[in-house]
Every structure is written in structure tokens, then in C-alpha cells.
T-cell receptor, first 112, second 112 residues
């Protein structure tokens, strides 16, 4: 759905733990999904993407899971570090266009 | 490669004025998209350009316009500024449509 929300949900984790950030998307026709990390004062930074013909994709310390049946996307971060503290956004698009629909975002707070 | 470059970084305008924001995409990237980010509405798609043609447009009034030049650089213009136009304006580029988008740091526009 459209990005909304002034108050972001926060996920607090201990350094070294694994983090899982969840996202529900609304458009069943969406065929491309992407995760971004945004730190204060910066633009969104690409983390990982996945197309609808896959259900899992791994990167360096990150894994994205896609469940099309329930329209759910998740980002798993292994061995979370203080530098991972940021706001994380999921985004979806369809039809090969760059019109991304962003989720509201989740703030990840990593405590030493 | 240099990243997406946006100028200026900060801008202060008064109601009724107009503003032009500039974006230089990553070298070799031909698709440029613009997004507006506010605390209340989150990240919202403005428009997308590819090969100097607007390919997609978001739900913003006609006061918001853009263009892309032959070297893929892009500008967006907002006329008759309103207080609600205060936001972080983000530019993103990709090699082709439907590919991963890389964002710049944005232009923070304040309308007084």
C-alpha cells in the first residue's frame, strides 16, 4: 500500500543477534521487491532485491524471503552490528517500471 | 563510479516561489526517478524519466514537473510553493527501467 505513518515501529536487538524485519505488501501484481536502509541525513541505500519468480535470495549477511501467498516480505540480518542501526524500507513495483511503492519503514536499534 | 548527485543539498524558499532541483545520475544510468519524503507521508513517487521521456507519474499536482536531458541528468521544478511542499526530495537512477534504484542524498526543501 501507500507509504504512511509518522510513528515508525522499532525493532530493538542486541549486537550479534539476528534481526528480522517484516513487510506486508498490498499489490498482488507486484513482481519486484527491494529493501533499502536509510540512515539519518542520507538517502535510501540499496540492500537487496528479489523478483517474484524467487522466494529467497541471499546477500552478504542479509537474506530476503518472499511469500506471495500471503503477500509478505522479510529481511533477515545476521549478526547485527551497531552500524546496522537505521530505518529499513521495503518497496514493491510492477510492470518493469521504477515506480516504487514504499512501506512505512521500521527503525532498527542495535544495542551493544 | 560516483553515486547519484543532487544539488543543492539544502534550500529555503517562501510560499509562492518556485524551485528547481538538479540530479546527476550514476554514469551510464539512463532512468531517473524522483521521490518526495516527509515524516507524515513517507516516501512517495513523483515521476520517472527514461531517455528524456516521462514514463510514469505519481499523484502530485501539476505544480510538480520534471525533465531529463540527453546526458540523462534530470531536473524537477515545483512552482507556486506551498508550506506542505517542505520535504526531502530524492532522486534515484538505474541502468534501465525495472532495475535496482540507487538514491542520492536528497535536497532538503523548507518552505516558509
Amino acid at each position: 500500500g501507500e507509504s504512511v505513518g509518522l510513528h515508525l515501529p522499532t525493532l530493538s536487538v542486541q549486537e550479534g543477534d539476528n534481526s528480522i524485519i517484516n513487510c506486508a505488501y498490498s499489490n498482488s501484481a507486484s513482481d519486484y521487491f527491494i529493501w533499502y536502509k536509510q540512515e539519518s541525513g542520507k538517502g535510501p541505500q540499496f540492500i537487496i532485491d528479489i523478483r517474484s519468480n524467487m522466494d529467497k535470495r541471499q546477500g552478504q549477511r542479509v537474506t530476503v524471503l518472499l511469500n506471495k501467498t500471503v503477500k509478505h516480505l522479510s529481511l533477515q540480518i545476521a549478526a547485527t552490528q551497531p552500524g546496522d542501526s537505521a530505518v529499513y524500507f521495503c518497496a514493491e513495483s510492477s510492470g518493469g517500471y521504477n515506480k516504487l511503492i514504499f512501506g512505512a519503514g521500521t527503525r532498527l536499534a542495535v544495542h551493544p | 563510479k560516483a553515486g547519484v548527485t543532487q544539488t543543492p543539498r539544502y534550500l529555503i524558499k517562501t510560499r509562492g516561489q518556485q524551485v528547481t532541483l538538479s540530479c546527476s545520475p550514476i554514469s551510464g544510468h539512463r532512468s531517473v526517478s524522483w521521490y518526495q519524503q516527509t515524516p507524515g507521508q513517507g516516501l512517495q513517487f513523483l515521476f520517472e524519466y527514461f531517455s528524456e521521456t516521462q514514463r510514469n507519474k505519481g499523484n502530485f499536482p501539476g505544480r510538480f514537473s520534471g525533465r531529463q536531458f540527453s546526458n540523462s541528468r534530470s531536473e524537477m521544478n515545483v512552482s507556486t510553493l506551498e508550506l506542505g511542499d517542505s520535504a526531502l526530495y530524492l532522486c534515484a537512477s538505474s541502468e534501465r527501467q525495472g532495475e535496482k534504484l540507487f538514491f542520492g542524498s536528497g535536497t532538503q526543501l523548507s518552505v516558509l
